[in-house]
């Protein structure tokens, strides 16, 4: 053991903590000299687990989701300032600097669209309302209401070696943005990347005391520790995923568990795809890229690639000329395009998996055993493999197994059936891709095969040029797939938020549900006095403030006029005769837009005031028609209200328009822009 390579510090309790015994040593993927050390032995556990529970998560749920979102943002600034030290460090991983890039700025980039979700689509509140109130009485006394609120407990996150820094940021974004703090625990692998990535974002200050913490070495007896307001995300392999999932305590107190863990991505080339088609290099590239970048080491790498029996020859021609091209080496040399593994032990498990996999297949490209020439014989260096499987319905091994490395099995399908039955054949995976420029085979393979994967891709030469690829999970979309991909689900959004937070159905009656939910709701009081809404600024606005206009009559010359002036001659609106023939008319109605104009015009407050904006509307229904002769009124309530900086907040307004006889005419919510 080299005694001077620095010991990982894990961060816990408010402090840096540094092991002194059990120490593992961590080797580079390049020559396998000591890069850290590292264990976690003498950390207590129960006490880790507490201090996020009783000062991360009270300091983390004071915070709206906007403040929280205000912190991502800094954490993903306080990394992209520093990204060189991450760089530096990764070098050690065997990523070239594009596989550092995926991992480094990728994992910031990954905080910022989460940082600006937050902002953008969440509430400037600590709860989440969810749909509609349901109504539940005939009078209206009560309501229902789903809605979530932060889980009170320690997301626990298990991260993979192939994205230290990426694959805690995409966890830790929506965890902290529900308001959850987090005990990170990376793979030792590549934990001196991770933890220099929380070294600069404990350094930023950002961060309440005790919303993060970062464990460098083994979990201990932490999943003892562990309640039903915990969730464990975890990402690897499968074995581990399953132990996990069975610890007593797990299963004992429900613990929340999301599992990414191994998957036998597959794409397939669409029937319609010839070597003269756009589609066919595409899909030659994308297995090539795929095979390559972070040298295969990830999660959602193509290991399946399905062609046409009939171009199998042309597609391994076509792959072989392109893998001829990769150059295998220290990154750090000029031209070399693919690094190294993680681990002289994760290429042991390569080499294992290829020889299990050659028991179905034959090897058509790259020599597993061989290291590629002029690399260091002490780095894990491996040539891109990739297999062809003619019979792979008689091929178990390469539907199950997955060798975690640049390596992939090209198989032939006989008619569309057969490739969906092929893909599906991988038992649950986080991505399949698709190339074909044939809507009706997108169509057959999304209903035949999306339900067994997490995310599809349809790549074509309309969308080749800004596609984000077969491999690149996004913030904005769900990560995660069904059966052997571990059946978990994270990022897609705002929904990877809801994860860490809890949905509950709220039951009452309008007054105490709109108190709860910062939302009035229809039946709970009303304010009306003198004083106009929009004479109010937004912090004098109180929910369930009214504003109930006069009648306004609506005559056949008003719906004329709206007609000519506005270009809107529908036949429903100027031809007597057309209109009664409508089911839904009696004769002649006035136009939608109308009476939202009539409207306008009834609620308004015309003087320059708090009220900056219209930005919208919401929800929109017409629900009964106006014919020429009736009256409307509207019914103005002020219903929720969004702080979005230090000099405006958004209102929800609901607009109710009725009729003479008090008949909903139309309903719809009203969004304005108001002063402070
Ligand atoms: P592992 O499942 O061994 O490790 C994943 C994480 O779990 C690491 O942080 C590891 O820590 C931790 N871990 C292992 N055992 C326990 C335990 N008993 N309790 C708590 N935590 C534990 O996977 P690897 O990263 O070593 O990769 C192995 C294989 O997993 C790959 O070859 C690949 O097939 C698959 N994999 C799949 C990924 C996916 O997203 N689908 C991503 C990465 C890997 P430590 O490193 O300290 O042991």
Redesign the pocket.
């Known amino acids: 053991m080299n005694m001077t390579s620095p010991i990982l510090q894990s961060y816990v309790l408010g402090g840096w903590y540094t092991s002194s015994t059990g120490l593992t040593v961590i080797p580079s993927a390049l020559d396998g000299a000591d890069v850290a050390r590292?264990s976690s032995a003498g950390i207590d556990f129960a006490a880790a687990a507490a201090y996020a529970r009783q000062t991360g998560g009270p300091a983390l749920r004071a915070l709206t989701f906007h403040e929280r979102a205000k912190i991502l943002r800094g954490l993903a600034d306080a990394i992209v300032a520093r990204k060189e030290e991450l760089y530096a460090l990764s070098a050690h991983t065997g990523a070239t600097r594009t596989d550092s890039w995926i991992d480094i700025e990728g994992g910031a980039a990954t905080l910022f669209t989460y940082a600006s979700k937050g902002r953008r689509e969440l509430p400037n509140d600590r709860v989440l309302v969810d749909g509609g109130v349901e109504a539940l009485s005939k009078r209206g006394s009560f309501v229902g209401q789903h809605l979530y609120t932060s889980l009170q407990g320690v997301a626990v996150h298990?991260?993979?070696?192939?994205f230290p820094a990426w694959?805690m940021l995409e966890k830790l974004g929506p965890t902290l943005l529900a308001g959850v703090p987090a005990v990170v625990?990376?793979?030792?692998?590549s934990?001196y990347v991770t933890e220099h990535c929380v070294r600069i974002m404990i350094e930023s200050g950002l961060l309440p005391e005790g919303a993060l913490q970062l464990i460098a070495?083994?979990?201990g007896n932490l999943?003892d520790h562990l309640s039903g307001q915990d969730v464990v995300s975890?990402?690897?392999?499968?074995?581990?995923?399953q132990?996990?999932q069975n610890h007593p305590v797990m299963a004992r107190e429900s613990v929340r568990f999301v599992a990414?863990?191994?998957?036998l991505n597959a794409t397939v080339l669409g029937p319609d795809a010839t070597p003269e088609t756009a589609e066919f290099d595409l899909f030659v590239k994308e297995i090539v890229r795929e095979m390559t970048v972070k040298a295969g080491?990830?999660?959602?790498a193509t290991r399946r690639a399905f062609v046409p029996v009939a171009k199998m020859d042309a597609v391994e021609a076509a792959l072989r000329a392109r893998l001829e091209k990769v150059v295998v080496g220290n990154p750090a040399q000029e031209g070399v395009t693919m690094g190294a593994l993680i681990s002289a032990s994760?290429l042991r498990?390569?080499r294992e998996?290829i020889s299990k996999l050659a028991q179905d297949a034959t090897i058509v490209f790259g020599d597993p055993n061989t290291p590629p020439s002029g690399t260091d014989p002490n780095g894990a260096f491996i040539t891109p493999v990739l297999l062809r499987c003619d019979t792979p319905w008689a091929a178990p091994n390469v539907h199950e197994m997955?060798?975690?490395g640049p390596v992939s099995t090209l198989m032939p399908y006989t008619d569309l059936v057969d490739a969906i039955a092929l893909c599906n054949r991988g038992a649950g995976s986080?991505v399949m891709s698709l190339f074909t420029y044939d809507p009706e085979v997108a169509v057959a393979v999304v209903e035949g095969a999306a339900s067994f994967h997490g995310r599809v891709l349809i790549s074509d030469r309309d969308c080749a040029r800004e596609s984000t690829g077969h491999g690149s999970p996004l913030p904005a979309l769900v990560h995660g797939g069904p059966g052997r991909?571990?059946g978990g689900e994270e990022m897609g959004g705002i929904r990877g938020v809801k994860h860490y937070m809890q949905r509950t159905a709220l039951q009452g009656s309008p007054r105490m549900l709109s108190a709860v939910t910062r939302r009035w709701i229809a039946g709970a009081p009303e304010v009306e006095n003198e004083i106009h809404p929009f004479r109010q600024s937004f912090n004098e606005l109180r929910q369930g403030k009214t504003f109930t206009s006069p009648l306004r009559v609506i005559t056949l010359d008003d719906i004329e006029h709206f007609a000519h002036f506005t270009g809107d001659t529908f036949y429903a609106h100027m031809d007597e005769e057309a209109a009664a023939a409508n089911p839904f008319f009696p004769g002649r109605v006035a136009h939608g837009y109308l009476i939202l104009s009539f409207a306008a015009g009834l609620f308004v407050d015309p003087a320059p005031g708090p009220v900056l904006a219209n930005y919208g509307l919401e929800n929109l229904r017409f629900l009964k028609p106006v014919s020429p002769g009736d009256a409307i009124k509207v019914r103005l309530t002020a219903k929720a209200k969004n702080q979005r900086n230090a000099e405006y907040g958004e209102v929800t307004w609901d607009a109710l328009v009725s009729n003479q006889d008090g008949d909903t005419v139309a309903s719809y919510e009203l969004l304005t822009m108001n002063a402070l």
């Open positions: 590292i298990i991260n993979a070696f192939n694959g625990k990376p793979a030792t692998a934990a070495g083994s979990t999943l975890f990402t690897g392999s499968a074995a581990t995923a132990k996990l990414e863990r191994d998957s080491q990830k999660c959602t994760q498990d390569v998996t997955e060798a975690f986080l991909a571990g």
